[in-house]
Every structure is written in C-alpha cells, then in structure tokens.
C-alpha cells in the first residue's frame, strides 16, 4: 500500500481541524484535533483505495514514496535572473546555492561564514 502524504490544518470555515490527503485533492475530514482530523481521512483513503481496486483503477502515485533527483528547472525573467547571479556573487556561493537557500527560507552564509 502507497505511503500517501496527510497533513492537518485548522478551518476557520468549520471551526475544526481538515485531515487532508494531498494525493487525493478534495478529499478531507474534519475533527476537533489533528490528530483525529488525520485518522478520519486516512479510513476515508482506504476505503477509497479498496474502490479503485474493486474497479480495476490505479490509485494516485504516492508523494513520499516517490524518488526525487533533487533537480528542477525554474524559469524566470531575465532580471530576476540576473539580480539573483549578483546576489550569489555577492555572498560568494554559486546561483544554485543561493537559491537552494532561499527555496529553503534560510539566510545563505555570508563570507565571513566561508572564509572565517
């Protein structure tokens, strides 16, 4: 069985925690807790897994069982482009580390880091 990929969030809307599957867009429960939130849309999964099963269809690829080669293209304008190769130069790491370490929301190191 795939190891699908939930979270919980709180819902202003009904005023309980949303168990969701990202695997399986709209698909959710609602709890008091996140943790019954989860456990609610988790029985609501399996029990649309055995369906799909009863009627020969693949289920969703799951997110986290999925290998990732840890390479993307990201398109942008030629500007942003070029603002971001001058602020890698500026700290001194290469454009991939730069943006590895803004994608990551963490402060890339300074030169002083590098070169103590």
Known sequence: MPNYTYRAEWSD??????GLCLEFKGRYATALTPHEAIERVEKLIARELEELADLGIDPPESLTDHHYSGKFAVRTSPVLHERLIV???EQGISLN???SYKLAGRPAP???DLFG
Request: negative net charge; glycine residues 0%; contains cysteine.
């Open 13 to 18: 809307d009904y005023c309980q925690y949303l």
């Open 87 to 89: 602020e890698a130069a």
């Open 97 to 99: 580390q730069w943006v």
């Open 110 to 112: 300074t030169l002083d």
